[in-house]
C-alpha cells in the first residue's frame, strides 16, 4: 500500500510515521507513505495556498489550483483508489471504513486547513470524505494521521501475533475486554482468579463475557 498525505504543513504529520508500528511497518516494505506539502505547488512567487472566501466571512481557503496541480502530478506516478479529503462533515470513521481502506492499494489523504477548500475540490478531485469525529480540528492533518495509522496497523504483517488487530476493540462489533499483567496481587487488589488458571477455554469464555458486559455498559449502541 502507498499512501499520500497532501497537506501544507508537513510537520504536524512527520512524527506518527517516525516511530513505533507505522515505521516498522515502513520499514518492512508494507506500506509507503509520503507526506507532500502543498506549497511546492503554489503558482505565485509567494507560495502561498490559500485566499480569501469569495463572499467574505472570516477565514481563508486553500485554493484549487496547487491542489488540482499536485494531485494532477500524482496521479501522473500511480493509480489511487480514493482521494480522499479530510473533512468534520465527511462520513464518520470507524473501524469498518479502516477494514474497508485496509484492503486498497494506493491511497491520496488530502488535508484541508483554515475555512477547508475550494468547493470545487470537492466536487472535482475528491472521491471520498473522512471525519474522525464530531468536533473540529485546526486542519486535517491529525485526522490523516488517525486514518493512515487506523489502516496501515490492519496490513497483513504489520502486527504480530500477539499484537494481532484480530483482538482489537470493534473487529467483532464489541469493545476489548479488560486486560492484566504481573503481579496478580498490588495493594490487595487482585487480577482475576480465572487469568491465573491456565485453562485457555475457560479464559476464552470469560474474555468473551467481560467483553459483551463492557460493551453492554459502555457501548449499548454497538449491540443493538
Ligand atoms: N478537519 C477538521 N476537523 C476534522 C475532523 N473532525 N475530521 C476530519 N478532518 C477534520
Known amino acids: 500500500m502507498h499512501i499520500d498525505i497532501i497537506t501544507c504543513l508537513p510537520k504536524l504529520v512527520e512524527s506518527p510515521f517516525s516511530d513505533s508500528i507505522l515505521l516498522r511497518a515502513q520499514k518492512k516494505g508494507l506500506v509507503s507513505v ?27 481557503v486553500l485554493q484549487i489550483e496547487p491542489i488540482d496541480n499536485c494531485i494532477t502530478d500524482l496521479k501522473s506516478k500511480r493509480q489511487y483508489d480514493e482521494v480522499i479529503y479530510m473533512s468534520p462533515d465527511g462520513e464518520l470513521f470507524n473501524q469498518a471504513m479502516a477494514n474497508q481502506l485496509s484492503l486498497k492499494g494506493n491511497l491520496i489523504l488530502l488535508c484541508g486547513h483554515y475555512k477547508g477548500v475550494d468547493e470545487r475540490v470537492r466536487q472535482h478531485l475528491i472521491t471520498k470524505e473522512i471525519s474522525i469525529g464530531d ?23 504489520v502486527l504480530n501475533d500477539e499484537t494481532s488487530a484480530l483482538t482489537d476493540s470493534f473487529q467483532d462489533g464489541l469493545v476489548a475486554p ?19 488458571s491456565g485453562h ?20 449499548p449502541d454497538l449491540l443493538e
Open 34 to 60: 509520503d507526506i507532500i506539502d502543498l506549497r511546492a505547488y503554489a503558482t505565485n512567487k509567494h507560495k502561498t495556498v490559500d485566499d480569501y472566501a469569495y463572499g467574505g466571512g472570516a477565514g481563508m
Open 178 to 196: 479488560p486486560v492484566y499483567t504481573r503481579p496478580a496481587t498490588y495493594k490487595g487488589w487482585n487480577v482475576p482468579e480465572v487469568l491465573l
Open 135 to 157: 468536533y473540529v480540528l485546526s486542519g486535517g492533518e491529525l485526522a490523516a494521521a488517525v486514518v493512515a495509522d487506523a489502516v496501515i496497523r490492519l496490513l497483513p504483517g
Open 200 to 219: 485457555e477455554a475457560k479464559i476464552n469464555l470469560w474474555k468473551q463475557e467481560q467483553a459483551i458486559k463492557r460493551t453492554a455498559q459502555r457501548r
